[in-house]
C-alpha cells in the first residue's frame, strides 16, 4: 500500500456504525486513521467527555490508527455577533481540548462567512441599498476572519497544534470567495502553523481542482478528498464517480506528509464508497 496516509472520515460511517466501530473499521482496512468532524449527531466537542475521549484514544492506540478532529460547520470567525463570538471561542477551546486529548495533530475550521450580508437579500435574490456598501460589509468580515483566526492558531500552536482553514468558495457570503483571498487570508494572519485544508470537490465546483491547488499548494498540509461533476455544486461524490482531475494531484501526493481524508456522501452505500474512493485514489498515485 502506498505511504499516503488515508483517513477515513466519521461523517460518511455516521448513518451505519457508531464512533467505536468506525475507528475499528478504519484499522481493520487498513486506514492509516480516522478524522472526527464534528456534528451533533455522532461527536460534538462540548458533549464528548474527557473519559470518552480517552476510551476513543484508547481503541485507536490498540487498532493502530491516528486521529485528527474538525471544528462544526457553523463555526464562523467572521461573524461580528457577540453571541456567535462566544460560542465559537467555547467550542474552539473546547476542540482543542479534545485534539490534545485525542493526539490529533490538527484542527480544521472553515473560513467564514460575511453573515450580514444575507440581510441584503430575500431568497438569495440581492436588492440594492444606498444604506450599505457590500463590497465594505465583505471586506470587513474578511479582516476580522484574519483577526479571529489568528487568535486561534496562537491557541493551537500553546498546545502543539496545527490550524487548517478549509477553502469554501462554494458557500454564500464566504470571505474566501477565491484561492487567492483564502491564500491572503492565511498569509495575513501570519501565523507558522495556520495552513490550508484542500477540499478537492469544493476546489472543483469553484475556480477547478488544478486551478485552486496550484494557488495554494504551498500551504497545503491536508486534505479533504471528495468529487464532483457540477460546477458551483458542492456534492462530495466518491472518488472516481465525478469529473475532478485527481491525477493532477498525484505528483503532489507521492511525497505528501499530512493528511488525506475521504469526505465522501454516500449515505446508502457509505462502506464500499469508502473503499472504492480509497483504491481509487491508490490507482491514481501508483501511475506517477
Same mark, same amino acid.
Given at each position: 500500500m502506498s505511504d499516503l496516509r488515508i483517513y477515513t472520515c466519521n461523517w460518511p460511517l455516521m448513518p451505519v456504525m457508531d464512533t467505536p466501530d468506525m475507528l475499528r473499521f478504519t484499522a481493520r482496512e487498513g486506514f492509516a486513521g480516522i478524522e472526527l468532524e464534528c456534528g451533533p449527531l455522532y461527536f460534538w466537542p462540548t458533549t464528548v467527555t474527557d473519559d470518552e475521549a480517552r476510551e476513543l484514544l484508547r481503541i485507536a492506540r490498540g487498532e493502530g490508527i491516528d486521529l485528527s478532529v474538525h471544528a462544526p460547520d457553523h463555526i464562523n470567525p467572521a461573524s461580528l455577533l457577540p453571541e456567535d463570538r462566544a460560542r465559537d471561542a467555547e467550542l474552539i477551546k473546547r476542540l482543542i481540548d479534545l485534539a490534545v486529548l485525542l493526539e490529533s495533530p490538527v484542527v480544521g475550521i472553515h473560513p467564514g462567512v460575511a453573515n450580514r450580508l444575507f440581510d441584503l437579500e430575500r431568497r438569495k435574490a *440581492? /436588492?440594492? $441599498? #444606498?444604506? /450599505?456598501?457590500?463590497? %465594505?460589509?465583505?471586506?470587513?468580515?474578511? &479582516?476580522? #476572519?484574519?483577526?479571529? !483566526? #489568528?487568535?486561534? @492558531?496562537?491557541?493551537?500552536? %500553546? %498546545?502543539?497544534?496545527? =490550524?487548517?482553514v478549509e477553502n469554501e468558495v462554494h458557500v454564500r457570503h464566504s470571505v474566501a470567495t477565491d484561492a487567492k483571498v483564502l491564500r491572503e487570508m492565511v498569509l495575513g494572519a501570519a501565523r507558522p502553523n495556520l495552513k490550508v485544508n484542500l477540499d478537492t470537490g469544493h476546489a472543483y465546483c469553484a475556480d477547478g481542482l488544478a486551478e485552486e491547488f496550484d494557488v495554494l499548494k504551498d500551504l497545503i498540509v491536508h486534505f479533504h478528498m471528495n468529487d464532483g461533476d457540477? *460546477?458551483?455544486?458542492?456534492?462530495?461524490?466518491? =472518488?472516481? &464517480?465525478? &469529473? #475532478?482531475?485527481? %491525477?493532477?494531484? @498525484?505528483? /503532489?501526493?507521492?511525497? /505528501?506528509?499530512? !493528511? @488525506?481524508?475521504? &469526505?465522501?456522501?454516500? *449515505?446508502?452505500? *457509505? !462502506?464500499?464508497? !469508502?473503499? @472504492? $474512493?480509497?483504491?481509487? =485514489?491508490?490507482?491514481?498515485?501508483?501511475?506517477v
Open positions: *440581492p /436588492f440594492d $441599498s #444606498a444604506k /450599505f456598501d457590500r463590497a %465594505a460589509i465583505m471586506n470587513d468580515a474578511r &479582516e476580522l #476572519a484574519v483577526e479571529t !483566526i #489568528a487568535g486561534w @492558531a496562537d491557541l493551537c500552536a %500553546a %498546545a502543539g497544534l496545527v =490550524l487548517t457540477t *460546477p458551483g455544486d458542492s456534492q462530495h461524490l466518491p =472518488l472516481g &464517480e465525478g &469529473e #475532478a482531475d485527481f %491525477a493532477y494531484l @498525484a505528483p /503532489f501526493l507521492q511525497n /505528501f506528509e499530512g !493528511i @488525506a481524508v475521504l &469526505e465522501i456522501y454516500a *449515505p446508502h452505500r *457509505p !462502506i464500499e464508497a !469508502i473503499l @472504492a $474512493s480509497r483504491d481509487f =485514489l491508490l490507482q491514481v498515485t501508483a501511475q
